[in-house]
Nanobody, 120 residues
Framework: VQLVESGGGLVQPGGSLRLSCAAS????????MSWARQAPGKGVEWVSG?????????????YYAGSVKGRFTIDRDDAKNSVYLQLNRLAPEDTAVYYC?????????RGQGTQVTVSS
């Protein structure tokens, strides 16, 4: 399992970023995928999760932490074996290292992370 995140950077409050996660060694189509983040001096927070791409429509689930609901959007491209996280209306409290995680939650295998810094 290998997960490689990209797309982080420095952005002003109110700005947007799109994070990407390229997966290899397994097919995300058959895996739940999540994004988690860790702010300086804090624990890992589960930000968003998506049920597996081959889950029947009736059983598909999307999770967002309350702090990001309405601002972040998770999506996946099973053909590219990639997962994305669109971050809108960013605030300084969103500053963290963002990790792509295999599975539902924040405890599964994850990549090296990509830094998101929100500052004016």
């Amino acid at each position: 399992v290998q997960l490689v995140e990209s797309g982080g950077g420095l952005v002003q409050p109110g700005g947007s970023l799109r994070l990407s996660c390229a997966a290899s060694g397994f097919l995300i189509k058959s895996s739940e995928m999540s994004w988690a983040r860790q702010a300086p001096g804090k624990g890992v927070e589960w930000v968003s999760g998506s049920s597996a791409g081959d889950t029947r429509a009736h059983f598909r689930s999307i999770y967002y932490a309350g702090s990001v609901k309405g601002r972040f959007t998770i999506d996946r491209d099973d053909a590219k074996n990639s997962v994305y996280l669109q971050l809108n209306r960013l605030a300084p409290e969103d500053t963290a290292v963002y990790y792509c995680v295999k599975g539902w939650g924040s405890s599964g295998p994850r990549g090296q992370g990509t830094q998101v810094t929100v500052s004016s």
